[in-house]
């Protein structure tokens, strides 16, 4: 009997392994159809990180950041803006004083004994000429006395432009005090 009990019970096991085996079989067969769907729900379930959903800790530091990083330029260009202003508003001056300067140029000499230019008018040469026939002048006395007019002209001119210049930097100093 001892012989027949070993094989007996060799078959038991062989027949148990091989029941476990089946159901080993059977429950991964199972458990492979409940994951297959794994992977396209992994891409349904993944969360994704709106704007709206940062805290608000993140967005703040983001803010200052940008803020950091931007603000050095944004200052240099509004300040090269209000010096490219002053600089126009100078010019605008500037321009303003030459056209008053010339205004009072052309109103105070309406009929000039010589243009910008150096030439002498028709009428200035008549005038000139009757002073000389009045006043009996030699050439060269005419001349001198030509040239001087010339000269008090141009001391007229240089005057006026100066006493403009004198104005309008007054006017500069007053602007720039008042900014100050």
Known sequence: MSS???SHTYG???ASLRTSLAFLESSVAT????VQ????LTTVLKTVR???LIPQTTLAAAEASLRDEIGPFIALLLDRADKHLERQARRIETLKARAELNAGRLSA???ASSRPDGATTQKSKQKDARATRGKSLDGSAALRAKVVRQRKEALKYSVERLELEVLQKERELRVRLDQV
């Open 4 to 6: 027949s009990t070993p």
């Open 12 to 14: 038991d096991c062989v």
């Open 31 to 34: 458990l492979g159809d409940g």
């Open 37 to 40: 769907d794994f992977p396209r």
């Open 50 to 52: 709106h704007y709206e």
């Open 109 to 111: 000499y309406p009929s």
